[in-house]
């Protein structure tokens, strides 16, 4: 399934929501057709985006969003709230460019949360652009533009996680305590960033390749516990 746009947006004042139900033994692939373009808008004020997400036991979700562009002016807060049930899988893309071209960023506060079975499992939140002090923002981006990082959780990784490390360019792959795997990326422009992701996800095992798009797998109407293939989804 493909999220498309009518326009760019959201603009300052504005307030979306969109909440996301993956029943026990169903699969969703949901990605976007366009990256989001954060304005000010005419009358300037804080923008806001809630997203709601809950998988459960035996369901996968794979979200791929393409990048948030934080334009000049722009002053925007981006929640992301997931609960996951113990035996569900997930994949999480999320990008963020800091400006277009030749121009300083806005502001964006990024929160994220995920829970499993009831608890913690992921939680970060960032402060960037315009309005905050060189320093922090130095910290978190190292003078780069552009931040990535991508979410899998697969409760096949209860009793060990694939190994971590690090990635060619400003990249790593780590563990989480639990059944996940987060792997981070900076870089000058998206398409750098986009390429340390995939790097990563290819350490993950085939059921999370990228190339062409991610194997993942449902149950069949006989079993639930078996899985299948399903190819050539983005």
């Not at 499993?116 to 939140?125: N, S, T």
């Not at 059944?179 to 390429?195: E, K, S, Y």
Request: glycine share 12%.
């Amino acid at each position: 399934m493909s999220l498309a746009a009518g326009a760019a947006g959201p603009l300052g004042g504005d307030e979306y929501s969109f909440d996301v139900h993956v029943g026990s033994g169903s699969t969703l692939v949901l990605n976007e057709v366009s990256a989001t373009l954060l304005l000010p808008g005419a009358h300037g004020g804080r923008s806001r985006m809630r997203i709601t997400i809950r998988v459960e036991d035996q369901a996968t979700m794979i979200w791929l969003p393409e990048p948030i562009i934080a334009a000049r002016g722009c002053d925007h807060v981006h929640e992301v709230n997931v609960d996951l049930e113990a035996g569900a899988r997930f994949l999480m893309r999320e990008e963020v460019l800091l400006g277009r071209l030749r121009e300083p960023p806005g502001r964006i506060s990024q929160r994220t949360t995920v829970r499993r079975a009831g608890r913690p499992l992921y939680v970060q939140h960032l402060d960037l652009g315009e309005g905050l002090a060189e320093s922090r923002e130095g910290t978190v981006a190292g003078g780069r533009r552009c931040l990535g990082n991508v979410l899998v959780v697969d409760p096949d990784w209860t009793k060990g996680a694939p190994p971590g490390g690090l990635l060619d360019g400003a990249g790593a792959v780590s563990a989480l305590s639990g059944p996940a795997m987060l792997i981070t990326a900076i870089a000058d422009d998206t398409r750098a960033v986009r390429r340390m992701l995939d790097a990563g996800l290819e350490t993950l095992g085939e059921r999370w390749s990228p190339s062409p798009a991610p194997n993942i797998t449902r149950a069949s109407a006989s079993d639930p516990r078996t899985p299948e293939k399903m190819e050539n989804m983005t």
